[in-house]
């Protein structure tokens, strides 16, 4: 795990060290600039592989140079083919075998290898650069381009300086709480999307970016499911092992979940010595599952530590999340992330997570809203929004304003879009058109619960979970490896019957029948409490104070397209005890909070 930064622009040695300074932790291990002719590479390592220094970057082979953060997990394998090609080494680490791989096949290299990457490889015999992203999205690649002009990082802070803010960007954060690729919250700054490539022409200032990876259409397999459930616990373990090679010692994080319960189970299944485990709990009984934790650990047999810790532990961390995730970010849960992550540190340098196996598996509860109204969109619409006028909701006794937004949404593919996005909006104006990055679902597959799930995974994984997991592990030089992410395992769920993964009252059915080999499902059937934060109670309480400094007047109606009528009256509903509109108001605050860390809003000025 590392960061990456390469430019085109003429900054001194001086300029890019400050650059790389302000997210050093990303590799506090060794930083390397390189500068060639009109290019400049930088790179901050966290060594996890070859942990000599002959393998720091930016690593030079021929005419290539490469700066590369990430781990190709099946290096070794290829690593044999390219040998008996010819090819000879001088380290042990992933980095030189992508670059001799990219110098043996060019692009082919990328359906080859299996990783979490986002690298940039320069060529200076042909002037040229080569740029890829990981198929899932794990790692981050933001970039700059300006009239051939351009800076790639792994994060968006070194690039910040002299850029303004993307309006339709905010628009799109008011709805999600994130923003997704291709998109920043910067004019003229984009993340490479999952699967793709970029490749620069130096000399000519030219850009072309291909996709090499996505979801395809859903073809799903005769199997039986004792098959099924042989061949997913085979891959799954696979998948773990892979990401089980590390010079540095590794861990797993294990919560209350099943997800991290299977991935530490068969983790300590093929380790030759007891797995070192992690959790955090809460004082708060409402919050906390350690026990449920330290039961998995029992079976594990794994050395297990809980840190029990206080809400105000989390809420400590807020300027650490304006900090290290540089764009505006509002899943809360990112703060107890961070908690995990700094407990974690001090014993381990890599851990495996449970992340992803909601969304390929099918187990959050917008599965079952899909499932539960589906049955409405075989209705012509014009039938329901008679039946959505509020005289007849409140005689068949839905007088809910949710019920009436379902049955007036247009079809199954808008209704599964405003899962993710929200059946209410704060933005004045509301312009979804942006969602045509991610309308491969509609076509993929005819089942709305797979079209969910591959929603999920191509727009909320990405953009939320995994910016999440990324920026918190790296905010403490932890990198964290997921197997439910290896693009394989997606594969695979994808082309199984949905009823193998989904059944009424029994998500994630295939998982949860795999992980029974390992633990009693008495044990693991116990009520999921999530990773979760008081945060309507922060709001009217602990935070309120620094709510109202933010949200003032002369800066809500700074929020490009906010419509801050709206928005103040759910502010002022909160804190009377309506305490419904929590996440609308994080959203804002949290924008507010990266305004005021980036320099785009002087909040003592306008205060004073």
Same mark, same amino acid.
Request: proline letters at 4%; glycine letters at 6%; charged letters at 25%.
């Given at each position: ?10 900054? &001194? ?6 650059? @790389? ?6 590799? +506090? ?13 930088? !790179?901050?390592?966290?060594?996890? @592989? ?6 720091? #970057? ?22 044999? =083919? ?10 042990? &680490? ?37 740029c890829a992203r990981d198929r899932m999205g794990v790692k981050p690649f933001y970039y700059s381009w300006i009239n051939g002009q351009f800076e790639i990082c792994s994060q968006l802070r ?10 339709e960007a905010v628009s799109i954060y008011l709805d999600c709480g994130y923003i997704p690729s291709p998109y920043s919250i910067l004019q003229d700054v984009y993340k490479l999307s999952p ?8 000399? $000519? ?32 373990? *696979? ?15 294990? &919560? ?31 919050? *906390? ?22 809400? #105000? *532990? ?63 969109? @075989? ?14 909701? /409140? ?22 879009? /405003? ?17 045509? !990055? ?17 929603? $999920? ?33 997606? =594969?695979?769920?994808?082309?199984? +019957?949905?009823?193998?993964?989904? #059944?009424?009252? $029994? ?46 007047? *002369? ?17 002022? #509903?909160?804190? =009377? ?32």
């Amino acid at each position: 795990m590392c960061g990456i930064y390469i430019t085109n622009i003429p900054f &001194s040695t001086d300029e890019v060290n400050e650059k @790389l300074k302000s997210i050093e932790y990303r590799g +506090p291990d060794n930083m390397g600039i390189l500068k060639e002719k009109t290019i400049t590479l930088g !790179h901050l390592r966290l060594s996890i @592989l070859d942990l000599d220094h002959r393998s720091d #970057q930016p690593m030079v082979h021929e005419d290539l140079t490469i700066t590369y953060n990430g781990e190709i997990y099946n290096f070794l394998e290829i690593k044999e =083919e390219l040998s008996l090609l010819g090819h000879q080494f001088k380290t042990t &680490s992933d980095t030189e075998v992508l670059l001799h791989g990219f110098k043996e096949w060019g692009t082919n290299l990328l359906p080859k290898i299996n990783g979490m990457f986002a690298f940039c490889i320069y060529d200076s015999s042909k002037q040229t650069i080569f740029c890829a992203r990981d198929r899932m999205g794990v790692k981050p690649f933001y970039y700059s381009w300006i009239n051939g002009q351009f800076e790639i990082c792994s994060q968006l802070r070194p690039l910040i300086p002299s850029k303004e803010i993307n309006k339709e960007a905010v628009s799109i954060y008011l709805d999600c709480g994130y923003i997704p690729s291709p998109y920043s919250i910067l004019q003229d700054v984009y993340k490479l999307s999952p699967g793709h490539y970029m490749e620069i022409d130096i000399a $000519n200032k030219r850009k072309t970016i291909t996709k090499y990876w996505d979801l395809k259409k859903i073809k799903t397999r005769k199997i039986s499911y004792t098959k099924a459930k042989e061949e997913l616990h085979a891959l799954l373990t *696979d998948a773990v092992k892979i990401r089980l090679q590390s010079d540095v010692p590794i861990g797993s994080f294990l &919560s209350g979940g099943i997800d991290s319960a299977l991935i530490s189970s068969i983790a300590g299944k093929i380790s030759a010595t007891p797995i070192n485990t992690f959790s955090i709990g809460f004082d708060d009984p409402k919050f *906390d599952e350690s026990k449920v934790a330290e039961e998995f650990a029992s079976y594990v047999e794994a050395h297990h530590k809980t840190t029990i810790c206080t809400a #105000q *532990d989390s809420l400590n961390l807020l300027s650490k999340l304006v900090y290290v995730y540089d764009e505006p970010f509002a899943d809360s849960s990112a703060l107890p992330s961070l908690l995990l992550n700094s407990v974690t540190k001090p014993h381990v340098t890599v851990a495996l997570s449970g992340d992803g196996g909601d969304e390929s598996f099918l187990g959050y509860n917008h599965f079952e809203w899909v499932m539960k109204y589906k049955w409405i969109f @075989l209705i012509p619409l014009f039938i329901r929004k008679i039946l959505a006028r509020p005289f007849l909701l /409140k005689l068949f006794g839905k007088g809910s304003k949710a019920a009436a937004e379902v049955l007036t949404t247009n079809n199954i593919n808008t209704y599964i879009s /405003k899962v993710f996005v929200g059946f209410d909006t704060i933005n004045k104006e509301r312009d979804l058109s942006w969602l045509v !990055h991610y309308d491969g679902y509609m076509n993929w597959s005819k089942d709305p619960i797979q079209k969910t799930a591959d929603l $999920n995974i191509k727009l909320w994984l990405e953009n939320d979970s995994n910016v999440k997991v990324d920026r918190a592990s790296m905010a403490y030089s932890v990198e964290v490896r997921s197997p439910f992410l290896d693009y394989r395992v997606v =594969e695979f769920a994808r082309s199984l +019957p949905v009823s193998y993964r989904y #059944q009424k009252n $029994n998500r994630k059915r295939i998982l949860k029948d795999i992980l029974e080999e390992y633990i009693p499902r008495a044990v693991f059937t116990q009520p999921k409490k999530g990773f979760s934060v008081p945060l309507g109670n922060w709001i009217a309480k602990e935070l309120k104070d620094d709510i109202l400094r933010i949200l003032n007047d *002369d800066f809500l109606n700074t929020v490009p397209n906010l419509d801050v009528p709206k928005f103040k009256n759910q502010l002022t #509903q909160h804190m =009377e005890g309506n305490r419904i509109y929590f996440t609308n108001i994080w959203k804002v605050f949290v924008y507010g909070k990266w305004c005021e860390e980036f320099g785009f809003y002087d909040f003592k000025m306008k205060n004073k």
